[in-house]
């Protein structure tokens, strides 16, 4: 999963501003299993950060209700400053039915609007569909028609 997204990140980090939540399967407060060495290390080798005074708090609680881990997270890319990331974790509610908690993050900033590029599309025939000699002929008449092109 970690190199799908290492490879989401570089296709888009040039245009966009990058934010990674959800359930990572791996904690950052833990340090004796091999998952949490690599998310740590994606972490640092995307240049991934976490908000300000991130709560540590559990987000996942298993069915038992004893285990409890953290998992869950926002992970925004290091170079963007002019935006602002609050996270706040909820409580366990008796009446959610899921087994992570609610992680809520509040992004604050001034979204500016890039100029688009204007692309040129080129249509290309399909070989499949398309009949060869009346194709040819409606080119060999079209060069016809032109002076210098006989």
């Not at 989401?8 to 904690?27: F, R, T, V, W």
């Not at 540590?56 to 170079?79: C, E, G, M, V, W």
């Not at 809520?104 to 080129?122: N, S, W």
């Given at each position: 999963?970690?190199?799908?997204?290492?490879?989401?990140i570089e296709k888009y980090q040039e245009?966009?501003?990058?934010?990674?939540?959800?359930?990572?399967?791996?904690?950052?407060?833990?340090?004796?299993r091999s998952k949490e060495m690599f998310?740590?290390?994606?972490?640092?080798?995307?240049?991934?950060?976490?908000?300000?005074?991130?709560?540590?708090?559990?987000?996942?609680?298993?069915?038992?209700?004893?285990?409890?881990?953290?998992?869950?997270?926002?992970?925004?890319?290091?170079?963007?400053?002019?935006?602002?990331?609050?996270?706040?974790?909820?409580?366990?509610?008796?009446?959610?039915?899921?087994?992570?908690?609610?992680?809520?993050?509040?992004?604050?900033?001034?979204?500016?609007?890039?100029?688009?590029?204007?692309?040129?599309?080129?249509?290309?025939?399909?070989?499949?569909?398309?009949?060869?000699?009346?194709?040819?002929?409606?080119?060999?008449?079209?060069?016809?028609?032109?002076?210098?092109?006989?």
């Amino acid at each position: 999963m970690l190199a799908q997204l290492e490879e989401i990140i570089e296709k888009y980090q040039e245009k966009y501003q990058i934010m990674l939540c959800g359930d990572l399967n791996a904690s950052l407060h833990r340090d004796d299993r091999s998952k949490e060495m690599f998310l740590k290390q994606f972490i640092i080798s995307n240049e991934l950060e976490l908000a300000n005074k991130y709560p540590i708090k559990p987000t996942f609680y298993n069915h038992n209700k004893i285990s409890k881990s953290q998992i869950d997270y926002f992970l925004y890319k290091r170079a963007e400053k002019k935006i602002r990331y609050t996270v706040s974790i909820s409580d366990i509610e008796p009446l959610n039915i899921s087994d992570h908690t609610i992680v809520i993050a509040e992004v604050l900033g001034t979204l500016i609007r890039k100029q688009r590029q204007i692309t040129k599309m080129v249509k290309r025939p399909d070989w499949r569909k398309c009949d060869k000699d009346r194709y040819q002929e409606a080119i060999t008449t079209k060069l016809k028609s032109r002076p210098n092109c006989n």
